[in-house]
T-cell receptor
Framework: SQTIHQWPATLVQPVGSPLSLECTVE??????LYWYRQAAGRGLQLLFY??????ISSEVPQNLSASRPQDRQFILSSKKLLLSDSGFYLC???????????FGPGTRLLVL | AQRVTQPEKLLSVFKGAPVELKCNYS??????LFWYVQYSRQRLQLLLR??SRESIKGFTADLNKGETSFHLKKPFAQEEDSAMYYC???????????FGAGTRLFVKA
């Protein structure tokens, strides 16, 4: 079964600094990959999803971007972090014809 | 527009009491509905989905298309059921899963 790795687990960054969060997947090929932000009282907000290498769909306009340089690698980035970027970021994957999503352990980001 | 609504942010029940976590959805077609659960210090994981029509850890959920609801129920709550529960919807043939805001369940001894 799929295993999702995310790092770092926790990150504290100053406002205006860049960001790079990484997600890698094991145990499957050609997965659909997702970035979510989990905020207290607001559930999971889908930020980006990717159905293949180099294919990124953005769900909400924001200060973040995503890239998929390899089949099982999904990166969340920012050039200049804002205070409002603080949150818990989850990477998830699934495969075509399967409906269950598998989630990574998450990265907690605090922007000061 | 696709939307999932969980009206209760927090639900507290005593051990052995029945529990119902409410979920209502808005979708124009025939969606797939799921319940995900996140226990303390664990990853978010699938609890059950409506197409399976199964009971997991004593929980069941029935899709009511007339009321557009997918409430999660358990007749006798256990302390280990304390967790964050998310209702989710996926449209037919789509890649996106829409999550509700979540309900935190506390089961008191």
């Amino acid at each position: 079964s799929q295993t999702i790795h995310q790092w770092p687990a926790t990150l504290v960054q100053p406002v205006g600094s860049p960001l790079s969060l990484e997600c890698t997947v094991e145990g499957t090929s050609n997965p659909n990959l997702y970035w979510y932000r989990q905020a207290a009282g607001r559930g999971l907000q889908l930020l980006f999803y990717s159905v293949g290498i180099g294919q990124i769909s953005s769900e909400v306009p924001q200060n973040l971007s995503a890239s998929r340089p390899q089949d099982r690698q999904f990166i969340l980035s920012s050039k200049k972090l804002l205070l409002s970027d603080s949150g818990f970021y989850l990477c998830a994957c699934d495969r075509d014809r399967e409906e269950t999503q598998y989630f990574g352990p998450g990265t907690r980001l605090l922007v000061l | 527009a696709q939307r999932v609504t969980q009206p209760e942010k927090l639900l507290s029940v005593f051990k052995g009491a029945p529990v119902e976590l409410k979920c209502n959805y808005s979708y124009s077609g025939s969606p797939e509905l799921f319940w995900y659960v996140q226990y303390s210090r664990q990853r978010l994981q699938l609890l059950l989905r409506h197409i399976s029509r199964e009971s997991i850890k004593g929980f069941t959920a029935d899709l009511n298309k007339g009321e557009t609801s997918f409430h999660l129920k358990k007749p006798f709550a256990q302390e280990e059921d304390s967790a964050m529960y998310y209702c989710a919807l996926r449209g037919t043939g789509g890649f996106k899963t829409i999550f509700g805001a979540g309900t935190r369940l506390f089961v008191k001894a």
